[in-house]
């Protein structure tokens, strides 16, 4: 590597991690915090069957799940303006990153309540629980442990997927290196730079998943206390 | 506390689980349901507590009347806090300490405050003898200590009386004994119970009343005394004989 590749990489640094830092984390974070409310929401309404909504739930995963996310960010970007509804690019990327991440987290979420055992329900009952007291104490709870997992592998997914807001013009860090690569002209290098600090965010959150795993998994240790 | 239950009916698809089941326990008594494996004793029991819908019956607990089939979930939640089920397979709630089980359901269904539910529970877990265990999770215990926790769950409601099914057939043979003396204490105070087990020496010496149930029906009911020591029907005489033959060895 010559002396000016080095250079543009020092100097490239903070202008992708900054746009990284105050878009691609908090876009990802406010996405999935949304995402997790929409899939209980809709893992829940199924589980308990909900006549008519259960339609409705059923109805958004198909589709969701059905079409590229890349088209429902264009939709959404540049369909709706088409029809008068201009919503800015930050907003407009959190509403389809939520919507979509709801889709296959309520999926993995009802998953994870329909493996919890019939007998957890029935002993909730017998002392006099009602439904939605089950459901939140005890089958949600254990649920939630179970999926937590493949949630957390979501949550790694979806913050490089986020990389595809750059289309829709959001200034997240894919948007700032390709700006820097009409300035210089170091494809390789600048992108090599930009895998590298999605490689360290996705590492933060590999950690952050073990130990939630650990703390989660208290019930399920064997042995003494 | 009286609890009768008059012709219940069960069936799954077209097979006929319970044919007409007639049944008292007054007050204090325990009840052995005894009979062979897929006769209608669990479904029984879960009937009686609308774990499953009956498809016709009665039910007349102090002295008020419900019908099995068509009981509304208001009647439902209301009778359940007067009763407790120990099931076979324990069923504590997974996620949550020996203590825990024991005060959700004061908690949360009776609304009691924390304190006073947690000192409850202790005692509840004390008299099962696993005062000791509280902080431990149902994985962390062996299958006769999670047996006493969930006597100890059922206990701290106050129940009027406690269904039991088959509450020792899970357990290894050396942890049986445990759970069943604890039972036997529990009936020596005065404790109102139902019990469908296949635990002779329980059904001899501590029930009441013994009830034989073969395929849906009540075959052969009354005291405990008189249908061990005098069974009028062949098919008992039969199964307390094979019962025995299987004890000797
Ligand atoms: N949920 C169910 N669906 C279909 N059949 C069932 C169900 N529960 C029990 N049965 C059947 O009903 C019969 C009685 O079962 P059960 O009440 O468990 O008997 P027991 O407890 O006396 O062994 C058995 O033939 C069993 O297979
Ligand atoms: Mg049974």
């Not at chain 1, 903070?14 to 876009?27: A, D, F, N, Q, S």
């Not at chain 1, 895998?195 to 996705?202: G, R, S």
């Not at chain 2, 504590?92 to 020996?98: Q, R, S, V």
Request: charged fraction near 20%.
């Amino acid at each position: 590597m010559d002396s000016r590749v080095v250079t543009i990489l020092i100097e490239s640094f903070p202008k992708i991690l900054i746009p990284g830092l105050v878009r691609t984390i908090p876009l990802t974070a406010i996405s999935f915090s949304l995402a997790m409310v929409i899939a209980v929401a809709v893992a829940l309404i199924q589980f308990a069957g909900i006549r008519g909504l259960r339609q409705l739930c059923r109805l958004y995963i198909w589709v969701i799940r059905g079409t590229p996310l890349l088209v429902q960010l264009f939709v959404v970007f540049f369909g709706l303006p088409h029809v008068g509804v201009v919503i800015d690019p930050f907003p407009a990327a959190v509403a389809v990153f939520s919507v979509n991440e709801g889709a296959y987290a309520a999926e993995i979420i009802r998953a994870a309540l329909e493996s919890v055992p019939a007998g957890q329900m029935e002993a909730g009952y017998c002392v006099g629980m009602s439904y939605l007291q089950i459901i939140r104490r005890v089958v949600l709870p254990q649920a939630m442990r179970t999926a937590f997992p493949s949630l957390a592998n979501s949550l790694i997914a979806m913050v490089k997927d986020t990389s595809l807001a750059s289309v829709v013009t959001v200034a997240e860090m894919m948007m700032a290196t390709k700006q820097l690569n009409a300035l210089y002209y170091e494809p390789l290098a600048l992108y090599l730079e930009t895998a590298f600090i999605y490689l360290m965010f996705c590492t933060v959150l590999t950690r952050l998943q073990s130990w939630g795993e650990k703390k989660l998994s208290a019930y399920e240790r064997k042995g003494a206390v | 506390m009286t609890l009768e239950v008059k012709a219940v009916t069960k069936r799954f698809g077209t097979l006929e689980v319970l044919k007409g089941i007639d049944l008292t326990v007054e007050q204090g008594d325990v009840v052995a349901i005894l009979g062979p494996s897929g006769s209608g004793k669990t479904t029984l029991l879960r009937c009686v507590n609308f774990l499953e819908r009956a498809d016709a019956g009665t039910l007349t607990f102090d002295g008020e009347d419900f019908d099995l089939a068509h009981i509304g979930k208001k009647d439902i939640l209301r009778l359940r806090k007067k009763t407790a089920f120990v099931f076979q397979n324990y069923n504590l709630f997974l996620n949550k300490t020996a203590l825990e089980n024991v005060t959700e359901g004061l908690v949360t269904a009776r609304r009691m405050p924390k304190e006073e539910a947690v000192a409850k529970a202790e005692r509840a877990l004390d008299r099962v003898g696993m005062l000791d265990r509280k902080n431990h999770y149902p994985s962390q215990l062996s299958g006769g200590q999670q047996q006493r926790v969930a006597i100890a769950r059922a206990l701290a409601t106050d129940p009027e009386i406690i269904y039991f099914d088959e509450p020792t057939s899970a357990l290894d043979p050396e942890l049986i004994g445990e759970v069943l003396s604890v039972m036997r204490a529990l009936a020596e105070e005065g404790m109102t119970m139902l019990v469908v087990t296949h635990e002779m020496n329980f059904a001899r010496n501590v029930s009441t009343k013994v009830i034989f149930m073969e395929d849906g029906v009540v075959l052969e009911s009354g005291p405990a005394r008189e249908f061990f020591e005098a069974p009028r029907e062949e098919r008992v005489k039969a199964f307390l004989r094979n019962i025995e033959r299987k004890e000797e060895k």
